[in-house]
């Protein structure tokens, strides 16, 4: 049933593309499957099945030469990025089938050329955005390093619930590089038990934490309004929006006419004269939601991030 209605999904979208009927934000929903192994935190983890599960985003920087991805037969399949420009960028996206908790092993196995006038790769978790980056291969800060594969493992710092955003994210400022990604996958998986790593005992929380989660991976969009819907709990003091646009520029506690605060979620009004400045552009826009507990210093917080993908009106 679920493949049935997904391959009417697709029908539907291509007809939409045909027929130009599709909104001027292009917000596309993708089904999550349970994990087909304990490897497994996205679809084609290992990249055996070609590209299929992965998208491609292309490129960040709104003035960035786009990047090339194509699948390969090296490393047992894998995906073959190829970046050349000033700069060059390109990101192949998933979302989590399941739940990542706090101490879960993640590996990340990627090859590439001699990586000469800083080109390098990243593991973004949770959207593309400051404090993300969770594994790069700049080390000291510099990002040459002679051909060969970097075989990292990121520790997880916190709970990540399904639905979560895993970016592969690859560019290069100026120059030419060729990387291919072979893997990610999850080196300690116990399904169902509370602890997972190698730290079997949990501290106990003295305190409750404010924890917030996407009720849908995608914002919501209708005409020229863009919903980012959440769920969060306990009630939260405050809910704070930041807004990245395509260039980059980051506007931070973005509120006033065009923003509506709602109970389980925030209405951003695109075309509102207080957001003109922006919404100016086509391209990638990430939202970040900031809940807190309180006002305090010692107040606990919790972040969520979105994307959608917007075009100038005509």
């Known amino acids: 049933m679920k493949k049935i209605l997904t391959k009417i999904g697709i029908i539907s979208l291509l007809v939409m593309l045909l027929l130009g009927t599709l909104p001027s934000t292009e917000i596309i929903s993708f089904a999550l499957e349970p994990p087909d192994d304990t490897n497994a935190i996205v679809n084609n983890w290992n990249f055996t099945s070609g590209l299929s599960n992965w998208i491609v985003i292309n490129p960040v920087a709104c003035f960035a030469t786009p990047g090339n991805i194509s699948w390969s037969g ?35 196995r990627v090859a590439h050329t001699e990586t000469g006038n800083f080109a390098n790769w990243s593991l973004y978790v949770g959207g593309y955005g400051p404090g993300n980056e969770k594994l790069h291969n700049r080390p000291g800060g510099q990002g040459s390093q002679c051909a060969g594969v970097d075989e990292v493992i990121w520790t997880a710092d916190a709970d990540y619930p399904t639905g979560t955003e895993i970016r592969l994210h690859t560019c ?37 934490r404010i924890r917030i989660t996407r009720v849908r991976p995608r914002p919501a969009y209708k005409g020229e309004r863009i919903t980012l819907s959440y769920f969060c709990e306990p009630e939260p003091e405050d809910i704070v929006l930041n807004i990245t646009a395509p260039n980059g520029k980051e506007y931070e506690d973005v509120h006033g006419g065009g923003v509506k605060f709602l109970r389980k979620g925030v209405m951003i009004n695109t075309k509102h004269k207080s957001l003109r400045k922006i919404f100016r552009r086509s391209g990638y826009y990430y939202f970040e939601l900031v809940a807190k507990s309180g006002e305090d210093e010692d107040s606990d917080e919790a972040r969520v991030y979105y994307y959608a993908k917007t075009r100038k009106s005509r």
Do not use: C, M, N
């Open 74 to 108: 090296d490393y047992s399949g894998s995906a073959k990025v190829e970046v050349s420009g000033a700069p060059s960028d390109v990101s192949l996206v998933q979302y989590t089938i399941r739940a990542i908790k706090r101490g879960e092993r993640i590996k990340v």
């Open 172 to 208: 290069v400022w100026p120059g030419s590089a060729t990387f291919w990604w072979d893997k990610i996958e999850a080196l300690d998986y116990s399904q169902g038990e509370e602890t997972i790593g190698e730290d079997e005992e949990e501290e106990e929380e003295l305190e409750i």
